[in-house]
Protein backbone atom coordinates (compact mmCIF):
# COMPACT_ATOMS: atom_id res chain seq x y z
CA UNK A 1 0.00 0.00 0.00
CA UNK A 2 1.32 3.29 -1.07
CA UNK A 3 1.36 6.12 1.24
CA UNK A 4 1.91 9.74 0.67
CA UNK A 5 2.45 12.39 3.25
CA UNK A 6 -1.18 14.27 4.01
CA UNK A 7 -3.02 12.07 1.76
CA UNK A 8 -5.15 9.10 3.78
CA UNK A 9 -4.17 5.88 2.83
CA UNK A 10 -6.11 4.32 -0.04
CA UNK A 11 -6.75 0.59 1.14
CA UNK A 12 -7.54 -2.13 -2.00
CA UNK A 13 -10.03 -4.06 -0.40
CA UNK A 14 -10.10 -6.72 -3.21
CA UNK A 15 -6.42 -6.83 -1.88
CA UNK A 16 -7.25 -7.64 1.64
CA UNK A 17 -10.15 -10.31 0.96
CA UNK A 18 -7.95 -11.87 -1.29
CA UNK A 19 -5.06 -12.43 1.61
CA UNK A 20 -7.80 -12.81 4.12
CA UNK A 21 -8.92 -16.06 1.51
CA UNK A 22 -5.38 -17.11 1.57
CA UNK A 23 -4.94 -17.19 5.19
CA UNK A 24 -8.29 -18.91 5.92
CA UNK A 25 -7.31 -21.45 3.39
CA UNK A 26 -3.85 -22.27 4.62
CA UNK A 27 -5.39 -22.52 8.07
CA UNK A 28 -8.55 -25.22 7.31
CA UNK A 29 -5.95 -27.39 5.15
CA UNK A 30 -3.17 -27.04 8.10
CA UNK A 31 -5.76 -27.89 10.78
CA UNK A 32 -6.58 -31.25 9.11
CA UNK A 33 -3.40 -32.37 8.16
CA UNK A 34 -2.31 -31.52 12.22
CA UNK A 35 -5.49 -33.45 13.10
CA UNK A 36 -4.48 -36.66 11.37
CA UNK A 37 -4.53 -36.17 7.47
CA UNK A 38 -0.80 -35.64 6.92
CA UNK A 39 -0.96 -37.01 2.86
CA UNK A 40 -3.74 -34.23 2.40
CA UNK A 41 -1.93 -32.50 -0.27
CA UNK A 42 -1.09 -35.27 -2.22
CA UNK A 43 -4.21 -36.06 -3.33
CA UNK A 44 -4.76 -35.22 -7.23
CA UNK A 45 -9.06 -35.54 -6.93
CA UNK A 46 -8.88 -38.47 -9.85
CA UNK A 47 -12.04 -39.85 -7.46
CA UNK A 48 -11.43 -43.49 -6.98
CA UNK A 49 -12.20 -43.03 -3.20
CA UNK A 50 -15.90 -41.53 -4.24
CA UNK A 51 -16.55 -44.24 -6.67
CA UNK A 52 -16.50 -46.75 -3.73
CA UNK A 53 -17.45 -44.75 -0.62
CA UNK A 54 -21.43 -45.64 0.40
CA UNK A 55 -21.91 -41.80 1.58
CA UNK A 56 -21.50 -40.45 -2.41
CA UNK A 57 -23.64 -43.66 -3.13
CA UNK A 58 -26.75 -42.56 -0.49
CA UNK A 59 -26.29 -38.69 -1.72
CA UNK A 60 -24.00 -37.17 1.51
CA UNK A 61 -22.72 -33.61 0.49
CA UNK A 62 -19.11 -33.87 1.25
CA UNK A 63 -18.10 -37.71 0.39
CA UNK A 64 -14.45 -37.94 0.60
CA UNK A 65 -13.40 -36.48 -2.68
CA UNK A 66 -15.45 -33.77 -2.17
CA UNK A 67 -14.14 -33.09 1.22
CA UNK A 68 -10.89 -33.08 0.43
CA UNK A 69 -11.32 -30.33 -2.43
CA UNK A 70 -13.33 -28.25 -0.20
CA UNK A 71 -10.78 -28.16 2.47
CA UNK A 72 -8.19 -27.64 -0.26
CA UNK A 73 -10.12 -24.35 -1.18
CA UNK A 74 -10.66 -23.32 2.36
CA UNK A 75 -14.44 -23.92 2.63
CA UNK A 76 -14.62 -24.11 6.22
CA UNK A 77 -17.78 -23.03 7.09
CA UNK A 78 -19.57 -25.08 4.84
CA UNK A 79 -17.83 -27.95 6.07
CA UNK A 80 -18.75 -27.37 9.72
CA UNK A 81 -22.29 -26.70 8.67
CA UNK A 82 -22.80 -30.13 7.46
CA UNK A 83 -22.78 -33.76 9.25
CA UNK A 84 -21.44 -36.02 6.36
CA UNK A 85 -18.20 -36.98 7.94
CA UNK A 86 -19.94 -38.20 10.95
CA UNK A 87 -22.04 -40.67 8.38
CA UNK A 88 -18.60 -42.09 7.49
CA UNK A 89 -18.80 -45.86 8.36
CA UNK A 90 -14.82 -46.40 8.32
CA UNK A 91 -15.05 -49.08 6.34
CA UNK A 92 -11.05 -47.54 4.92
CA UNK A 93 -12.26 -48.82 1.23
CA UNK A 94 -11.54 -45.51 0.08
CA UNK A 95 -7.67 -45.65 1.78
CA UNK A 96 -7.02 -49.42 -0.09
CA UNK A 97 -7.97 -47.73 -3.02
CA UNK A 98 -6.27 -44.69 -3.13
CA UNK A 99 -3.17 -44.27 -5.21
CA UNK A 100 -1.87 -41.83 -3.84
CA UNK A 101 -1.86 -42.81 0.12
CA UNK A 102 -3.79 -39.86 1.05
CA UNK A 103 -5.96 -41.75 3.11
CA UNK A 104 -9.41 -40.52 2.64
CA UNK A 105 -10.54 -42.00 5.98
CA UNK A 106 -8.17 -39.96 8.21
CA UNK A 107 -9.06 -36.95 6.49
CA UNK A 108 -12.99 -37.68 7.26
CA UNK A 109 -11.93 -38.11 10.80
CA UNK A 110 -9.61 -35.44 10.98
CA UNK A 111 -12.71 -33.24 10.26
CA UNK A 112 -14.54 -34.94 12.58
CA UNK A 113 -11.64 -33.78 15.13
CA UNK A 114 -11.84 -30.33 13.98
CA UNK A 115 -15.61 -30.17 14.52
CA UNK A 116 -15.24 -31.06 17.94
CA UNK A 117 -12.57 -28.35 18.23
CA UNK A 118 -15.35 -25.82 16.86
CA UNK A 119 -18.36 -27.44 18.67
CA UNK A 120 -20.33 -28.03 15.48
CA UNK A 121 -21.38 -31.69 16.22
CA UNK A 122 -24.93 -32.63 15.01
CA UNK A 123 -27.47 -34.18 17.28
CA UNK A 124 -27.00 -37.29 15.80
CA UNK A 125 -23.45 -37.70 16.29
CA UNK A 126 -24.15 -36.24 20.07
CA UNK A 127 -26.43 -39.32 20.40
CA UNK A 128 -23.82 -41.95 19.06
CA UNK A 129 -21.04 -40.56 21.52
CA UNK A 130 -23.20 -40.83 24.39
CA UNK A 131 -24.08 -44.00 23.55
CA UNK A 132 -20.52 -44.88 22.69
CA UNK A 133 -19.32 -43.91 26.25
CA UNK A 134 -22.60 -46.03 28.03
CA UNK A 135 -22.36 -48.94 25.75
CA UNK A 136 -19.13 -49.32 23.75
CA UNK A 137 -21.34 -48.95 20.45
CA UNK A 138 -21.93 -45.87 18.88
CA UNK A 139 -24.66 -47.40 17.16
CA UNK A 140 -26.75 -48.72 20.18
CA UNK A 141 -27.52 -52.34 19.46
CA UNK A 142 -31.49 -52.92 19.29
CA UNK A 143 -31.39 -56.19 18.69
CA UNK A 144 -31.63 -58.11 21.96
CA UNK A 145 -34.76 -59.69 21.60
CA UNK A 146 -33.97 -61.04 18.92
CA UNK A 147 -30.86 -62.24 19.98
CA UNK A 148 -32.61 -64.47 23.25
CA UNK A 149 -35.29 -65.55 20.36
CA UNK A 150 -32.08 -67.64 18.61
CA UNK A 151 -31.15 -68.58 21.93
CA UNK A 152 -27.66 -66.06 21.72
CA UNK A 153 -26.92 -64.16 25.41
CA UNK A 154 -28.82 -60.92 25.34
CA UNK A 155 -25.94 -58.79 25.25
CA UNK A 156 -23.30 -59.21 22.24
CA UNK A 157 -20.07 -60.28 22.91
CA UNK A 158 -18.19 -56.84 22.69
CA UNK A 159 -17.41 -53.97 24.93
CA UNK A 160 -21.54 -54.09 25.84
CA UNK A 161 -20.39 -57.64 28.01
CA UNK A 162 -16.60 -56.50 28.68
CA UNK A 163 -17.72 -54.32 31.94
CA UNK A 164 -13.66 -53.98 32.31
CA UNK A 165 -12.93 -52.85 28.48
CA UNK A 166 -16.16 -50.91 28.70
CA UNK A 167 -14.64 -49.27 31.78
CA UNK A 168 -11.07 -48.47 29.57
CA UNK A 169 -12.96 -47.24 27.06
CA UNK A 170 -14.90 -44.35 29.28
CA UNK A 171 -11.33 -43.45 30.74
CA UNK A 172 -9.94 -42.92 27.26
CA UNK A 173 -13.38 -40.56 26.33
CA UNK A 174 -13.02 -38.97 29.89
CA UNK A 175 -9.21 -37.83 28.45
CA UNK A 176 -10.44 -36.28 25.04
CA UNK A 177 -12.04 -32.62 23.97
CA UNK A 178 -15.70 -34.56 24.40
CA UNK A 179 -15.76 -34.56 28.08
CA UNK A 180 -13.92 -30.99 28.28
CA UNK A 181 -17.09 -29.93 26.13
CA UNK A 182 -19.41 -31.86 28.76
CA UNK A 183 -21.03 -34.08 25.96
CA UNK A 184 -19.69 -37.20 27.45
CA UNK A 185 -21.64 -37.74 30.75
CA UNK A 186 -20.05 -38.20 33.74
CA UNK A 187 -19.96 -39.96 36.72
S1 LIG B 1 -8.02 -39.10 -2.04
FE1 LIG B 1 -6.87 -40.49 -3.40
S2 LIG B 1 -8.47 -41.65 -4.47
FE2 LIG B 1 -9.47 -39.87 -3.58
S3 LIG B 1 -9.47 -38.33 -5.18
FE3 LIG B 1 -7.63 -37.98 -3.94
S4 LIG B 1 -6.00 -39.14 -4.95
FE4 LIG B 1 -7.93 -39.91 -5.77
S1 LIG C 1 -14.12 -44.95 5.16
FE1 LIG C 1 -15.74 -43.39 5.10
S2 LIG C 1 -15.10 -42.03 3.46
FE2 LIG C 1 -13.95 -43.93 3.17
S3 LIG C 1 -15.16 -45.18 1.74
FE3 LIG C 1 -15.78 -45.76 3.84
S4 LIG C 1 -17.54 -44.45 4.30
FE4 LIG C 1 -16.50 -43.52 2.53
Not at 130 to 137: A, T, V
Request: overall charge negative; charged content about 30%.
Amino acid sequence: MEITEGVPPVINLTEVAEREKEEFEKKVSELIIEFGAENLLACMQCGACASICPLARVGFEWYNKKLIKAILIGMKEELLDDPTPWACVACNRCTEICPRQVAPFEVMFAMRRLMVEEFAIPTLAIEGLRSLYEHGHAVYMTGREARKKVGLPENPPSTDSDEKALQDLRTILKNTKLAELGLIPME
